[in-house]
């Protein structure tokens, strides 16, 4: 009876462990969604979409001129831009990882990762 | 040994919670992505399996050796000792021959809906530098007196190409397709079987996704934010063009990128999204600029007379048109569920 209570607990320890640990990666993904912000391939800075909850704006200095970057939860955009062709202003908001904002003149790429699935069937690619 | 029932019940329930943690581990072939500037664009480029990071090292060497082929403004590259050969044959390398002949082929199949002498009047547009203006109609008209694929004297065999005096060639519709084509042999060559690009929109694929199922590729809904809908593709390019891609507005007026080279001005045939999907990106990435041009009952002309690959529509007035091959491999999205489709069928 001894042993087999300690088995019990043992197995009842690792069953809640393992519990815990799947719940919270389920919350984590769930609700993740990153943007990295790249200049010239160099990561300059990592933002939690999800976790935002009030509009964050700031600016990126490249060779044409400053990008103005505004991201809200969930999602974010290129909201002013110096330079001429002003595509990365067209190309608007981004809330799933499917194509990059990219601004060539500057060579800043703004990508999402989505940690979860989200309501849209999964994509692999983004023809456009 | 006898357990007691909670023992048993727990084991099973741990047994259970081991088995959901394993099912998250398919699909364990990694895919490596490699993002390069080039042809104006950034390209991203993804094989997946062992040999990944191999074939992204040479399929970027091969995109930059085409990209100083190709390039209008690089000086020495193909495109502009042709551009400034002043009548005189110029002599171009193998994948400036190839592209040419595939090129020109389209171009006259498709009766100049495609036309890579449209450069200059693209120029007066400022599609290309950013400085867009509506130029005024007289402009056009002079600039495409020097328009005509047909005066361009090319001679596949000699690998020379000449052109009349003011004329001036860009490969822009159809480099990139090219380009994807030779970084699916890259990848073949160097042992991948399965990868994706995307150059600057132009998806091209590699066999299967590494579980064994087809690619997913989402077109651009070309009103917004969002996705037409998605096509399944195995082996094949899923490219598009659309007015949504490059454009200014003046005067309450959109004036986009893709020119009619018969009028010079933004081509208005009623589609305002082409996409071709098939074998070769080339062919895709000429063909979705031709069909744009052509509007939907020309594209479905084209189709019947030559074949050899299937396109997806969308019209301004929101409906869908695709060709039979698609039908069974195409899924609306959103808003898109409850558009007419219409299937095009041989």
């Known amino acids: 009876m001894k042993k087999t209570s300690f088995w019990v607990i043992l197995i009842a320890a690792v069953a809640l462990l393992a519990g815990v640990a799947a719940v919270w990666l389920q919350i984590r993904g769930a609700g993740a969604t990153i943007a990295n912000i790249y200049q010239d391939g160099v990561c300059i800075r990592s933002i939690d979409l999800s976790s935002l909850t009030e509009t964050v704006t700031f600016t990126v200095e490249g060779p044409a001129g400053t990008n103005t970057i505004e991201a809200e939860h969930g999602r974010i955009r290129v909201s002013h831009a110096e330079c001429p062709d002003q595509v990365c202003v067209e190309m608007g908001w981004r809330s799933d990882g499917a194509s990059p904002i990219v601004c060539l003149p500057n060579k800043l790429v703004i990508r999402l990762e989505n940690t979860a699935a989200s309501a849209t069937p999964e994509i692999d690619g983004v023809t456009g | ?346």
């Open chain 2, 1 to 346: 040994m006898k357990h007691s029932k909670p023992a048993r019940v727990l084991a099973v329930l741990l047994a259970c919670v081991l088995l959901c943690a394993c099912e998250k581990q398919e699909a364990s072939v990694e895919g490596v992505t490699s993002s390069v500037f080039a042809m104006d664009t950034i390209m991203d480029l993804t094989p997946y399996g062992a040999a990944a990071e191999e074939a992204n090292t040479a399929a970027e060497a091969r995109i930059l050796e085409l990209e100083s082929l190709f390039s209008v403004t690089q000086e020495g590259s193909d495109v502009y000792r042709a551009n400034h050969g002043d009548g005189v044959p110029v002599t171009v390398s193998e994948d400036t021959a190839a592209l040419l002949e595939t090129a020109l082929r389209v171009c006259a199949q498709t009766d100049g809906a495609l036309d890579i002498s449209i450069y200059p009047v693209l120029r007066t547009w400022g599609f290309t530098t950013g400085s867009y203006q509506v130029p005024d109609e007289a402009e056009i008209q002079s600039l495409l007196e020097r328009v005509n694929y047909r005066d361009i004297a090319f001679d596949a065999d000699a690998r020379t190409v000449s052109l009349p005096d003011g004329m001036e060639i860009d490969l822009g519709s159809v480099a990139k397709g090219y380009t994807g084509d030779q970084v699916m042999q890259v990848f073949r060559d160097t042992g991948v079987t399965s990868g994706m690009i995307n150059l600057g929109g132009n998806v091209q694929v590699l066999g299967t996704k590494p579980d064994g199922s087809a690619w997913r590729v989402a077109v651009q809904d070309p009103r917004g934010d969002g996705y037409v809908g998605v096509i399944e593709a195995v082996d094949q390019a899923v490219i598009t063009s659309g007015g949504y891609q490059r454009y200014f507005e003046q005067d309450g007026e959109i004036y986009w990128h893709i020119l009619d080279p018969a009028t010079g001005a933004p081509a208005h045939s009623g589609v305002i999204s082409a996409t071709a999907v098939g074998d070769s990106g080339t062919m895709c990435d000429a063909l979705s600029t031709a069909l744009f041009v052509m509007g939907a009952d020309r594209a479905e002309d084209y189709w019947r007379t030559y074949g050899g690959f299937d396109y997806l529509l969308v019209t301004e007035d929101g409906k869908i048109i695709l060709t039979e091959g698609l039908a069974d491999r195409f899924e609306p999205l959103g808003t898109w569920e409850s558009s007419s489709v219409t299937v095009v069928k041989k």
